[in-house]
């Protein structure tokens, strides 16, 4: 009933130039206005890359930090422990047994899994200072590179923190074995920490 | 329906005090909720704010506020400036295009939550700062009172035998009671909801204008009416005041700020656009209503003008009348709790200031939501919709404080562009209000924006119009800002603070932090570099005058 009256109530049809004019020229400036705010200049391409990968870091939901005990260890889980904390992010200490191709993977190598745990429970401490809760996950391995990136694929990660902690052995190699196999091959962002060693200035 | 980033802005209200991180979303998983809040406290070492604001979500939020404005303004100017309210809309839109460029720049600038309260603080110290943001808080609360007030109007759309007193206010007040328990609650829409109904409503809006003129426009009718039904000029004055309140609202933009991914690319973009469409849509409705029906059918309606004109339209009136009725009373809804977000918002920023006492800072203990702010003001807007349904307009009483807020903040804002171009020429601005006049003080050279002052100019000739025309404003206004310098003077006597004197505030530290989580780091690195060449140039000047003043003594 109420659609039947509200019918009745339009004005008689009424088209004029001038409307026509002004119609148009109003869509058409509302489109312009619109499609200039939707198309801004895009941002120089490696300004782009950097703020997209600061933003990505700032927003990790899950951060895995490799470690191997030391100075290094030590400054890695700092940062991971700080940017944990800054994001309410969740963090895990991962310690990869490295086996060689010699022993099986299930092999007992109980020396080693007694410095992985000690290891880990330095990194625990660590966390602890920080007031972060830390996941620690010891994994057994030919290659740590590889263990990193299976262990950042089965739980999503977000961020990856690795120390330097060798020289590359190749000219193909920049970061050296274990670092270049993550940054080639993880799922995320990777934060690499170098070694506090100073180079030693060139003889020439 | 409130600005998505409203109700965790709140809660970032916690976040900053550094006792809560549960309320932020850190995993990036979830991109409906955004991080609020004021978080620019120069001793603040981190807001915690996670941008998440594109383009469109930007001009959205800002359009959910100043877009409604139109809704209620439409009848008002109609009935004030009658045949004249293509030339009253057209004469405030061009003061209202100088207000926007500077709260563009501004918030480019400066891409923090706070907006004018903010850059007056900046700009003019604290105790202007206070004036700004409890102008800017009258409006909020009018905001309320008035949006909730006009959602009833177009409820009853489909009642007309409820578009009248006690009806209206009884509807308005159960409204902001039901604000009141949405935002203590802390329920929040989702953004992308609201970039949804935004368009939805900008296409309705875009339909009836376009539609209108191909079909029912009459030229030969609006020339009539403007000749014929041309207001005593003091009237036509005192709709021209009132068409302001058609262009409230930018402060959302600055306040989105905050969480606009590039801000200082995107905000400037989305400004401007919000500025012009607005600006479009205003004249359009103004030329549009007065071509197809007499002036006083529209003013006769002030409580669903558009639904009216919409009703009007031939081919889609049928259905564009009830649609734009249901969408004007959500979008108006949407604007009055656009204002409860406001008031929540600009007191905690207010408190962390300094500026009002730390009572409105504290958060519900269930639900972390400024809960006394809360209530305080949406009590005080309640009070406004009894009074005000006391009057003989209810809408026009409100109209006059709303403007009169609106344009006492303003006028505030522009003085502070132009006194930050002197007072901090060292932040970058990726956008600047044209027609710089270029001045050199003390070897430094400054661009002096000329339409600040053209801008202050229109300002301060509508504040005179609304102190001169508006009754109500007129008393009202005024005492609002006795009110809270009472509050004022009685909170900083007590706490030992400098009343007309400010606070002693880090802004390049403050301003160093807002650029680098903005992510803009390129303005960071220019920021940084004219800082240290202005240390440079300073120890370069003080080696050179201890040097004069060694030869001086020498000498003798």
Redesign the interface.
Known sequence: M??AT??A????????T???V??VV??S??VT??W???H??K?RAI?EK??EG???V????RILVGTRGGQLSQRLLNLACGLAK????ALTAIYVVELPMTLPLDAAVPEEMRRAEQVLAEAEEVAQQHNVEIKKQIAKARKAGRAIVDAANTAPT?LIILGLGERPNFEDRIFGSTADFVVRHAPCDVILERPSFVAKPSSR | MSHPADAVSQRNGQNHGGQD?GG?N????DHDGHHGGDGHGAAES?S?L??AVG??GS?TWGYADVGADVYVALGLVVAAAQGGAPLAFAITGLIYMFIGLAYTELAATYPVAGGGQYYTLRGLGDFLGFTSGWALLLDFTIDVSLFALSSAGYINF?FPKLQHQPWLAIEGIAGIIFLIFLNIRGIRESSRMNEIFCAVD?LNE?LI??FG???????GLLQHQFITAFPSTRQFLYGASIAIISFVGLESVSQAAQETI?PA??VP??S??LI??VL?YAL?FS?LGL???PWNVIAANQGDPVAVLA?????I???A??FTAILAATLVFASANTGVMGYSRITWSMSRFKLLPSWFEAVHEKYSTPHRTIIVFSVLAIVEVILASLSANAYDTLANLYAFGAVSGYVLVLISLVKLRFSDPYSPRPYKVPFNLPVTIKGRRVEVPLLAFFGLAGNIFIWVLVVWTHAIGRIAGPSWLVLGYIVYFVYRSRAGLPIFGSIKRDWENDQIRVLAEA?E??LLEQYQTALKRRDEDQAAAAVAAAHRQALTTGGK
């Open positions: 109420f659609l509200a019918a109530t339009t004005v008689p049809l009424h088209t004029t001038l409307g026509v002004l119609g109003f869509a400036s509302v206005i619109l200039w705010m939707m801004p200049p941002a300004v950097v703020m600061v933003e990505r700032t927003e990790a939901g800054a994001q309410n992010a977000q | 991180h932020q850190h995993s990036g998983k981190n915690g996670r941008r383009i469109w001009y489909f900008m875009s204008i376009l003129f191909l079909f029912a426009w009459d030229p590039r690319t995107v973009r989305t401007l656009a012009f469409t479009i359009s030329v071509g197809i029906l009703h009007h339209i031939p081919f009136g049928f259905i009348g009830p992510g780091l390129e």
